[in-house]
């Protein structure tokens, strides 16, 4: 599994316009609905960018793995992903779930006002 921290950092995703070529998905899963998980938004360059954008107006993190968004990039977009890309996809949600999980411990630790 590849490091997100790249990602996270604000230096790296102000400087995008030095990137050569950036690409970018974004996935969806509703258990209810769905069988599986959907390629909501995908794109290279512009169409890249907003994506990401887009991901941190909304304080969503970003996973960061070059072979798995080339293999989402040939999804149609509102279509589920293959069979072949669940392993990868789980892998990415396992991550998301965990840093969704130390953000909310981190928000309800107490915080300490001593001077």
Known sequence: ???????????????????????????????????????????????????????????????ANEELVNMLLKVEVDECIPVELYGAVVEAFVWLHNVEQKSQMSQNQPQNHSK
Not at 27 to 34: G, M
């Open 1 to 63: 599994m590849q490091k997100p921290t790249k990602l996270q950092n604000p230096k790296f995703l102000k400087n995008l316009k030095n990137l050569p070529q950036i690409k970018a998905a974004a996935l969806a899963y509703d258990d209810k609905a769905d069988i599986a998980p959907k390629v909501l938004a995908s794109g290279k360059g512009e169409i890249a960018k907003k994506i990401i954008q887009k991901a941190r107006e909304f304080d969503i993190p970003l996973f």
